[in-house]
T-cell receptor, first 114, second 114 residues
Framework: QQQVKQSPQSLIVQKGGISIINCAYE??????FPWYQQFPGKGPALLIA?????SEKKEGRFTISFNKSAKQFSLHIMDSQPGDSATYFC?????????????FGRGTQLTVWP | NAGVTQTPKFQVLKTGQSMTLQCAQD?????MYWYRQDPGMGLRLIYY???????DKGEVPNGYNVSRLNKREFSLRLESAAPSQTSVYFC?????????????FGEGSWLTVV
């Protein structure tokens, strides 16, 4: 059973536009929601993360919006740039669990056209 | 600071051959992981190790074995490679703080089984 569902699978955005990627989860015990960014030929790297005690977190052009009641969270990339073209993974975990392991979504391949 | 280093980066195997993927981290992390990444399937956990001397199965452990040699090293072995094991393999390590569990990935190992 997939713990975290991510959509869309692929996304094409024009330079300067807003990219939005959505994720949903079922396990209400999850309390840590990171986003990872992966460039071709590289390993994923932490981009931004949020805890459920806040509804929004912003770092530069990247914003996570979190809706606890709906069990959904999303990544917004403002003023999207060609350099943002990458695969994005959302994830969820429960802090303090045996391993704190992350459950990943299946990824969204973002292409930003110049 | 090398972070997570995995070798080899590319490998072609014949069906039935065996091989070991090596991984080492220099961040003094307790937890280490092996993931595989396939198109449209995201990152799937093969095995993980919460600490030196312990290993546990993830989502897709069949056909693999692991060894946590010491705190730094975590190897993944394919005893009898199958074409279904053609994939990109990522080693990772993590630490957990007040924010959550941050995973650091290696650069990946591209494995083709023919």
């Amino acid at each position: 059973q997939q713990q975290v569902k991510q959509s869309p699978q692929s996304l094409i955005v024009q330079k300067g536009g807003i990219s939005i990627i959505n994720c949903a989860y079922e396990n209400t015990a999850f309390d840590y929601f990171p986003w990872y960014q992966q460039f071709p030929g590289k390993g994923p790297a932490l981009l931004i993360a949020i805890r459920p005690d806040v509804s929004e977190k912003k770092e530069g052009r990247f914003t996570i919006s979190f809706n606890k009641s709906a069990k959904q969270f999303s990544l917004h990339i403002m003023d999207s740039q060609p350099g943002d073209s990458a695969t994005y993974f959302c994830a969820a975990s429960r802090r303090g669990s045996t391993l704190g392991r992350l459950y990943f979504g299946r990824g969204t391949q973002l292409t930003v056209w110049p | 600071n090398a972070g997570v280093t995995q070798t080899p980066k590319f490998q072609v195997l014949k069906t039935g051959q065996s091989m070991t993927l090596q991984c080492a981290q220099d961040m003094n992390h307790n937890s280490m992981y092996w993931y595989r990444q396939d198109p449209g399937m995201g990152l799937r956990l093969i095995y993980y190790s919460a600490s030196e001397g312990t290993t546990d199965k993830g989502e897709v452990p069949n056909g693999y074995n692991v060894s946590r040699l010491n705190k730094r090293e975590f190897s993944l072995r394919l005893e009898s490679a199958a074409p279904s094991q053609t994939s990109v393999y990522f080693c990772a390590s993590s630490f957990e703080d007040r924010a959550g569990n941050t995973i650091y990935f290696g650069e990946g190992s591209w494995l083709t089984v023919v």
